[in-house]
C-alpha cells in the first residue's frame, strides 16, 4: 500500500496567487482530513469528507480557502488568493470506517509545506 | 469546546530511563484515544490506540487510559535517542474526527 500520497511537497508562492494542494487517500478508507499545522497553533483541522462529501468545514479559515474531493481517490485545497499568514505545513490523513472501533486511525500523508512570500 | 492539553515540554530523560508523557482532554463522551509520534519535518504516525480504561503495552510503549479523571498517557520504557521527537495525544470527537494536542517534545539524552 502507498499510502497517502500528497502533492507537491513543497510549495513557494508569492502572495495573492492560487495555491492548489492535492491529496490521494488510501484504497478504501473512507474519510479523508485537511489538517495545517504551525509552530503557534499545532495541528488543526481544516475540513473532513465522508465518501466524498464534505461533513464538517467550521476549521476553513475564510473563503479564501475550498476544498473538493470530486471522486473518493483524489481530493484538493485551494488557496485563493494566498497570503503570508497561511504559510504552514498542510496534512492530509485518511482513514476507514466499518463500523468497528479499531478502525477510525487516521493515517498521514507525508505533507506539503506552502510558504507564501 | 472540546479540547486536548498536553504540556509542550521539552521533556528531556537520558537514555535507558522511563519517559513520561500526558495528556487530559475535556469531553467526557470521548470513546478513543490515539498517540502519534511526529519527527521534526515528518507527519505524525500512529503509536498506539487505547478504548479501554487501564493499560495497553506494545513493546516498549504503554499506553494507560483513566476516563474518570480524563486522563491518557504514554510511558516509554528503555528511551532511545531515536525516541527523540513531538509525541501527539488525539481523542475521537465522534464521527471519525479527531481533536489533536499541540504536542510534548521529548529529547533522549545519549
Known amino acids: 500500500d502507498a499510502g497517502v500520497i500528497q502533492s507537491p511537497r513543497h510549495e513557494v508562492t508569492e502572495m495573492g496567487q492560487e495555491v492548489t494542494l492535492r491529496c490521494k487517500p488510501i484504497?478504501?478508507?473512507?474519510?479523508l482530513f485537511w489538517y495545517r499545522q504551525t509552530m503557534m497553533r499545532g495541528l488543526e483541522l481544516l475540513i473532513y469528507?465522508?465518501?466524498?462529501?464534505?461533513?464538517?468545514d467550521s476549521g476553513m479559515p475564510e473563503d479564501r480557502f475550498s476544498a473538493k474531493m470530486p471522486n473518493a481517490s483524489f481530493s484538493t485545497l485551494k488557496i485563493q488568493p494566498s497570503e503570508p499568514r497561511d504559510s504552514a505545513v498542510y496534512f492530509c490523513?485518511?482513514?476507514?470506517?466499518?463500523?468497528?472501533?479499531?478502525?477510525?486511525?487516521?493515517?498521514f500523508g507525508p505533507g506539503t509545506r506552502l510558504t507564501v512570500l | 469546546q472540546k479540547e486536548v492539553e498536553q504540556n509542550s515540554g521539552p521533556l528531556s530523560v537520558p537514555e535507558g530511563a522511563i519517559a513520561s508523557l500526558n495528556c487530559t482532554y475535556s469531553?467526557?463522551?470521548?470513546?478513543?484515544f490515539f498517540w502519534y509520534r511526529q519527527y521534526s519535518g515528518k507527519s505524525p504516525e500512529l503509536i498506539m490506540f487505547?478504548?479501554?480504561?487501564g493499560d495497553k503495552e506494545d513493546g516498549r510503549f504503554t499506553a494507560q487510559l483513566n476516563k474518570a479523571s480524563q486522563y491518557v498517557s504514554l510511558l516509554i520504557r528503555d528511551s532511545q535517542p531515536s525516541d527523540s521527537a513531538t509525541y501527539l495525544c488525539?481523542?475521537?470527537?465522534?464521527?471519525?474526527?479527531?481533536?489533536f494536542g499541540t504536542g510534548t517534545r521529548l529529547t533522549v539524552i545519549p
Open positions: 488525539a481523542v475521537n470527537a465522534g464521527a471519525n474526527n479527531l481533536f
Open positions: 484504497s478504501g478508507h473512507d474519510y
Open positions: 490523513a485518511s482513514s476507514f470506517k466499518a463500523g468497528s472501533v479499531s478502525t477510525d486511525t487516521q493515517y
Open positions: 469528507f465522508n465518501n466524498n462529501v464534505p461533513i464538517d
Open positions: 487505547i478504548y479501554s480504561n
Open positions: 469531553d467526557r463522551g470521548s470513546q478513543s
